[in-house]
């Protein structure tokens, strides 16, 4: 049987996704979580849960004690590197022998924006551990538009982002996770870095359009300025730090730098990347309340 393998971030979309796909493999699964309200989203067969208090070496120990597999994935965070490296640290001493990564495209980038800034300097903090690496590299995720426009979308029928008619190849989750699982449980992917995208880029104007199709309810797409979506973000909570990141982020593919697309979902799991179009079909439930019924 195959070691157990321990998942950070595991109630995050990629993390929920690779645990239900992990377990229906009948792979072992012990899913790392700081807080215990999102439990239900990835309790199932196969796996562990263990709550991790991340500050602390014993309780990190406990975690990856039996582990050689990683799937590493951290939150969005001013300290991100700092916090990646206590987990490189604990699976040294658990003595590791894979850690996958969960990146960002362009994380290699120069001179980069402080988010690629921090993926990188987190990755080579592993490449400097000498623990077998794969380090993944997902584009903007689709699920995002649930994330930062949801409230908007149910609500008034809008999608407000500063992202002018920016072309992004938009990544399902599903996709992220679906490659995660193979790099994970197969043979021949340490030392690799992997850029993640789907299959084709498009702008939030043909995105609301999708939307829009799917759901049988017009959906909008709203060009915000730059100051309206730092009042925007500041009025959901984010801290200034997160606010001037992700508006760094938004420049980058204002920029033209988030279109490129690449065959590697095909080539690791022999799949094609989801399209948006069935992203939005599988996602009605989403859209269940607010919106009204179908046209």
């Known amino acids: 049987m195959q070691p157990k393998i321990l998942i950070t971030g595991a109630t995050a979309a990629v993390g929920t996704s ?7 493999k009948g792979v072992e699964v012990r899913a790392a979580v700081h807080r215990t309200n999102k439990l239900e989203a990835i309790q199932g067969p196969n796996v562990e849960v263990a709550v991790v208090d991340y500050g602390r070496n014993d309780s990190l120990d406990a975690a990856f004690k039996g582990i050689e597999t990683v799937y590493l994935l951290t939150p ?22 894979h850690i ?16 690629s800034r921090q993926h990188r300097d987190a990755e080579r903090y592993i490449e400097a551990a000498r623990i077998p690496f794969t380090h993944l590299r997902p584009n903007f995720l689709m699920q995002n538009f649930f994330n930062y426009s949801g409230i908007s979308m149910v609500t008034h029928g809008k999608i407000y982002l500063p992202l002018a008619q920016a072309s992004v190849s938009y990544i399902d989750a599903r996709d992220v996770a679906a490659v995660a699982a193979e790099v994970l449980t197969g043979k021949g992917h ?8 789907g299959p084709a880029p498009l702008n939030v104007y043909e995105a609301a359009g999708i939307f829009t199709r799917a759901t049988g309810v017009d959906i909008r797409y709203v060009e915000m ?16 730090w997160t606010t001037e990141s992700l508006m760094e982020l938004y420049g980058v593919a204002r ?8 065959d590697t979902v095909w080539e690791i799991t022999g799949k094609r990347p989801g399209t948006f179009e069935e992203f ?5 439930a989403f859209f269940g309340i607010g919106l009204g019924k179908r046209r």
């Open 190 to 197: 340490e030392g690799k870095r992997y850029t993640l995208t």
């Open 280 to 284: 939005a079909t599988a996602n009605l």
């Open 100 to 115: 996958v990564r969960q990146s960002a495209i362009g994380a290699d980038s120069k001179p980069g924006v402080t988010i």
């Open 76 to 97: 969005l965070l001013p300290e991100q590197v700092g916090f990646s490296a206590r987990l490189v640290d604990a699976a040294k001493r658990a003595g590791v022998r």
């Open 225 to 240: 300025s730059e100051n309206e979506a730092r009042i925007k973000m500041k009025a959901m909570g984010m801290t200034d």
């Open 18 to 24: 690779l645990i239900k796909m992990l377990s229906a």
């Open 255 to 262: 920029a033209g730098a988030a279109a490129e697309v690449t």
